[in-house]
């Protein structure tokens, strides 16, 4: 096995926490509670999420930073997106660590206009975020309850990265990324590649699979009563 086959393998079986029971339970209680969910209801959802790109380590490969985002990272990329059926799918370059002002800044460009244009009060656009300070900070919350076309999905579980589409993305740029010709010499070069394989693999395809999925992957929550999926 290549260096490459056992980083691809090591990043498919990236382990995640010990659930706790109570932890099982939220995500048990609502899975079954949103698996009858029509696709229709999915496709009114937008998925937001941040990721930070590491490059540069000793065997030359990119991968994805894991830990805290307080100290300061060198040779990576961080990056916030947005994913779903009825808005538009962006990725952009976050300067330095995500905050209140720059995560409004990209709920106002990227996810606003689309609320404006296809939803309304009677019914809005539903933002799935995971529960990050910066995503149920005080002035986040604020921005949304005067954007009475957008609704935040509250209840969802605080540990459903299985669930969250982006988190995979993620992992299929580092891989393509790390399969890539392009030498990675620098943050810029680096930045240009995530952003280039992000435009080829998130297309209407890739969204509509992605929309279709989230049904399966809740009845898989059930059939692992709470439990992990991945």
């Not at 339970?25 to 941040?50: G, H, N, T």
Request: aromatic share 10%; with cysteine.
């Amino acid at each position: 096995m290549t260096l490459l086959e056992i980083f691809k393998y090591s990043l498919s079986k990236m382990l995640r926490r010990e659930l706790n029971e109570e932890g099982k339970y939220s995500r048990l209680q609502f899975a079954i509670k949103y698996c009858s969910m029509p696709v229709s209801y999915w496709e009114c959802v937008c998925f937001l999420d941040e990721a930070r790109f590491c490059s540069f380590d000793d065997n030359g490969l990119v991968s994805l930073h894991k830990g805290s985002e307080r100290v300061n990272i060198l040779n990576s990329v961080p990056v916030c997106a947005s994913l779903g059926f009825s808005v538009p799918n962006v990725i952009t370059k976050i300067k330095g660590r995500i905050d209140t002002e720059q995560y409004i800044s990209f709920l106002n460009t990227c996810v606003y206009p689309s609320a404006v244009e296809k939803f309304s009060k009677e019914s809005p656009i539903l933002l799935i975020h995971d529960h990050y300070p910066v995503h149920t900070a005080t002035a986040v919350r604020k921005w949304l309850q005067n954007r009475s076309n957008i609704a935040v999905l509250t209840d969802w579980p605080r540990n459903f990265g299985d669930l969250m589409p982006l988190e995979n993305t993620w992992k299929i740029i580092v891989e393509k990324v790390n399969e890539s010709p392009v030498t990675i010499s620098s943050t810029s070069v680096l930045w240009d590649e995530v952003f280039k394989i992000w435009s080829n693999v998130v297309d209407k395809e890739y969204v509509d699979s992605i929309t279709k999925s989230v049904l399966h992957k809740l009845k898989e929550v059930v059939k692992c009563h709470g439990g992990w999926t991945d």
